[in-house]
């Protein structure tokens, strides 16, 4: 059954370090007391949940049925503004074992109905997840960790994190304790500390997508772009190999960058048909596997 009307609730739950999570909760409108599986979407490095055509995403996808929770991970930098980096200082402190740390407190808030909806039912037993990019690399990690999570969806993936550390940034994190990062869209510079790498390092056997994935035996579909050029989609292959899962499945969506041809701001009135084939299969894997 595909919903006409789509409700978004918007809130705010703090971490177990006392941080706040910014989410938005999309669910249909229909009768009360309907209950549905709950979708996770966890954006990436320097992204948020607002970011692009991510919230249109999300509203689709509650469309078919499901309770969909974007969030901002409680480093990521965007706070209040929803959009811009206005807490750098907490950008600079981020670490792999905080994002992971931060699904597991909405996870816990879901069940605990401190993350919930006054007239339709979250069901915990049913529960999905997206990640995009270093999301996508979280969510694997936090599928492994977490067994609430019943089925994972990965776009633009990253494999190893650990592998992405340049040369540059760890003489940077040597010299300086931290280095920097560029935005591109907005060509701000904002400090990763050392934090950051020697955290990926100490805990590389929890922490790192490739080896995590070896854990799964839910339902994995991996998608990225055949253009990707932030995160090769080599390394979605190399998740796709890995994973012993027996219902996984790989799509490589052809003339596709890392977000799919969309950008932000989002402003057309149609998604480029390669985010409709990312969405397409996304909905699809949940429909068979989470419904």
């Not at 996508?136 to 494999?159: N, P, Q």
Request: some cysteine; glycine content about 6%; overall charge negative.
């Amino acid at each position: 059954m595909r919903y006409s009307s789509i409700e978004k609730q918007s809130g705010v739950v703090d971490n177990r370090e006392g941080l706040p999570i910014y989410y938005d909760l999309y669910t249909p409108v229909t009768t009360p007391d309907t209950v549905f599986p709950v979708i996770l979407f966890v954006h990436g490095f320097k992204g948020f949940k607002d970011w692009g055509a991510f919230p249109d995403a999300m509203e689709d996808l509650a469309r078919a049925g499901f309770a969909v929770l974007s969030f901002n991970l409680s480093k990521n930098g965007v706070g209040e503004s929803m959009d811009e980096f206005d807490q750098p200082e907490l950008f600079e402190e981020q670490t792999l074992t905080g994002d992971l740390n931060d699904i597991g407190d909405v996870i816990e808030a879901i069940k605990s109905k401190d993350i919930n909806h006054d007239k339709f039912v979250l069901n915990t037993d049913k529960i999905g997840i997206i990640g995009h990019s270093r999301g996508g690399h979280t969510a694997v990690v936090a599928a492994a960790e977490y067994s609430d999570i019943r089925v994972l969806v990965t776009w633009s993936a990253v494999a190893d994190y650990n592998a992405r550390w340049s040369e540059e940034m760890k003489s940077d994190w040597n010299k300086k304790g931290y280095t920097e990062i560029k935005n591109a869209r907005t060509g701000e510079v904002l400090k990763l500390g050392k934090t950051a790498f020697d955290d990926a390092q100490k805990n590389s056997d929890r922490l790192m997508a490739i080896k995590r994935i070896k854990e799964l035996h839910i339902p994995v579909m991996i998608i990225a772009g055949k253009n990707d050029e932030a995160v090769h989609h080599s390394d979605s292959e190399k998740l796709y190999r890995t994973c012993p899962a027996n219902d996984k499945e790989i799509r490589l969506i052809e003339n596709a960058g890392h977000t799919f041809e969309v950008s932000h701001p989002f402003e057309l009135d149609d998604y480029p048909k390669e985010f409709v084939e990312v969405l397409d299969f996304t909905e699809g894997w949940f429909l068979e596997h989470l419904t």
